[in-house]
């Protein structure tokens, strides 16, 4: 399942018809969650914002908040439990609820500037 080490797997995020970007999900930051999403993977939903620094779509996973925190990165991948939603972070952000940190985006992240709302965004493992 791995393409990399034990505790980091490269992923793929497609915004349907528009680009892709790679991302490493990490296990050592919440291995509970991580091995939830990977279990589930293929993933897809359309893109939703809050506010504008935070793409989500929304996934079936149903994980607690773990190893939760208020401050994220440009870059940074979260999972909030409110809807099963993995998060991408535009900018640096400090949020009044906890997510759990999943992961970084590897690539540019100012691809994902060009997400509108209803967007299709897919996750899937990279191909080693």
Not at 7 to 14: A, D, G, R, T
Not at 23 to 41: A, Q
Not at 67 to 73: G, S, T, V
């Amino acid at each position: 399942m791995s393409a990399g080490s034990v505790s980091s797997f490269q992923l793929i995020i497609e915004i349907r018809g528009k680009s892709k970007l790679t991302c490493d999900l990490k296990r050592h930051l919440s291995p509970k969650t991580v091995s939830s999403i990977l279990r589930s993977l293929p993933l897809e939903g359309n893109a939703h914002f809050l506010g504008q620094n935070i793409v989500y779509f929304e996934t079936m996973i149903n994980s607690g908040v773990e190893r939760q925190r208020k401050e994220f990165k440009k870059g940074d991948i979260a999972f909030s439990p409110a809807g099963g939603s993995i998060c991408f972070f535009l900018s640096d952000v400090i949020l009044t609820k906890s997510m759990t940190p999943i992961g970084k985006i590897t690539s540019d992240v100012a691809m994902l500037c060009d997400v509108k709302p209803g967007d299709v965004i897919a996750v899937s493992q990279a191909v080693s």
